[in-house]
């Protein structure tokens, strides 16, 4: 399995085995596309009981969806999660598969951008959802379109397509729930 550069990157869009909407040429690295933050978040809530991991166990149970206003920001305390969303949206054909990664930057102080599941698998179309944590010592903004993460792409050794409960998620019905 090969992850791909750049020029790779740009001739599997043209092919349209990749979609990144909205794209724009400078979110392009060496060997991965920024993704930026949109504003909707989801924001852990109290709940009178624990929340039992099971499949069918549902997330929004225990947050509250919240949009943050233009020129506004979502401080993140110390030990922390939020969840939020990119505002683009990634589509990978069926040979292709991706991992979504923090930026060095904002690891340096302590914002993990995904706590466990960065793996993307082939066929997907959505925004992708990003556990936020600060595991620093000080309260982090979050600022809606900062290029909070990179995608990085991987050729499959043989094709798939996603078909899971997350297919399709978009800002408007992650936030709103």
């Keep these: 399995m090969t992850i791909l550069g750049k020029e790779a990157i ?3 869009m043209k092919k349209g085995n990749i979609g990144i909407e909205p794209f724009d040429e400078k979110m392009l690295g060496p060997a991965s596309v920024d993704l930026h933050l949109s504003n909707a978040f989801r924001v852990f809530v109290h709940l009178p009981n624990d929340l039992c991991m099971t499949d069918d166990m549902d997330f929004k149970a225990a947050t509250k969806g919240i949009q943050v206003h233009n020129g506004d920001t979502l401080t993140v305390k110390p030990g922390q999660t939020v969840l ?3 505002s683009e949206k990634v589509t990978l054909g069926n040979g ?3 991992w979504l990664e923090g930026r060095s930057r904002f690891a340096r102080v302590g914002l993990l951008v ?4 960065s793996f993307m698998q082939p066929g997907i179309s959505n925004h992708q959802v990003l556990e936020i944590s600060n595991f620093g010592p000080i309260p982090l903004k979050l600022i809606p379109g900062t290029p909070i993460c990179q995608f990085i792409f991987q050729r499959c ?3 798939g397509k996603y078909h899971g409960v997350f297919a399709g998620q ?4 992650f936030w709103l729930g």
């Design 84 to 86: 939020g969303i990119t």
């Design 170 to 173: 978009t800002p408007e019905n």
């Design 96 to 98: 292709l598969s991706g």
């Design 10 to 12: 740009l001739e599997e």
């Design 157 to 159: 050794e043989s094709p």
């Design 114 to 117: 995904h706590i466990s599941a």
